[in-house]
């Protein structure tokens, strides 16, 4: 099973120093080495790259699709996100709750098709 893990919080994703990061370099290791990692990274913040894009099966054309304006208005963004292959949810849960981050860390199974 694969479950999705989108870490929210206050702070950008790229704050933090030298020890945060050796941190999550550490946490990544022992998710490779458990054989759990399928997919990570960072996002941009949500106020300077974040598109809304509406879509064409709505109805809507690329030109008149896309918002632009930031999208910060929330008091928390997502930060980052982790994909990995678990055989269950508790799994996922375990994982999640080791997650370096600060903020809070939404679990959510993909569905396979």
Do not use: C
């Amino acid at each position: 099973m694969r479950f999705l893990m989108l870490m929210w919080a206050d702070a950008d994703a790229a704050s933090g120093d030298e020890s945060d990061f050796g941190t999550w370099a550490e946490f990544d290791e022992q998710v490779k080495a458990a054989g759990a990692f399928v997919l990570n990274g960072a996002l941009t913040p949500a106020a300077a790259e974040a598109r809304l894009v509406q879509t064409a099966i709505a109805g809507h054309a690329i030109g008149d699709a896309v918002e632009r304006r930031p999208f910060a208005a929330g008091k928390r963004q997502i930060q980052a996100f982790y994909i990995m292959d678990l055989p269950s949810m508790d799994a996922a849960l375990e994982w999640a709750n080791k997650l370096p981050t600060y903020g809070f860390v939404e679990v959510r199974e993909l569905l396979q098709f």
